[in-house]
């Protein structure tokens, strides 16, 4: 594992992480939705920890088996991310049995995007992390103009 000063780095990374995914996750409390602030904290951290240890990680576990036989493949941490959020974020979806509507589809694809936001302080990509947390909150606050697209496409 890395040195005291390197783990020190990266967990000032996942505060930075949860940091920029606690402002998602503000957002999505203020309009009461299931997934809120802690939630978004949690997978926006977790994303940055997984993706900062991987590197790490991987020549730990394989420090005993010779370099030539280890081959690491830093996108499927990435990936397991995706599938675990996307997990989650499927626990939040609620289709009303009477109803043909289904409910909490943006605030399970936050989560998501929370995760991205996470890796991308992981990967150092601190302008993309921050880049990428007001972009989520604009779209978030986009959702008065449903109101002005069935006002449009009312017959």
């Not at 505060?15 to 503000?26: D, E």
């Not at 994303?47 to 590197?55: D, F, H, K, N, R």
């Not at 959020?85 to 399970?108: P, R």
Request: with cysteine; glycine share 6%; charged share 15%.
């Amino acid at each position: 594992m890395e040195s005291i000063h390197s783990q020190l780095w990266i967990l000032l990374d996942v505060l930075i992480a949860a940091v920029l995914s606690a402002v998602v996750g503000i957002e999505r409390e203020k309009k009461d939705k299931p997934s809120g602030l802690r939630t978004n904290m949690i997978v926006g951290s977790i994303s940055c920890l997984l993706v900062a240890i991987s590197p790490d990680l991987s020549q730990f576990m394989l420090s005993d088996v010779p370099m030539e036989m280890i081959n690491v493949d830093p996108i499927r941490i990435i990936h397991a991310i995706i599938i675990g959020v996307s997990f989650i974020g499927a626990g939040t979806i609620l289709k009303f049995k009477d109803e043909n509507i289904i409910k909490n589809l943006t605030t399970a694809s936050t989560l998501l995007y929370s995760a991205g936001i996470g890796i991308s302080v992981g990967t150092k990509a601190y302008v993309i992390a921050i880049g990428l947390t007001f972009i989520i909150i604009i779209i978030n606050s986009l959702h008065h103009l449903k109101k002005i697209q069935s006002f449009f496409t009312k017959k």
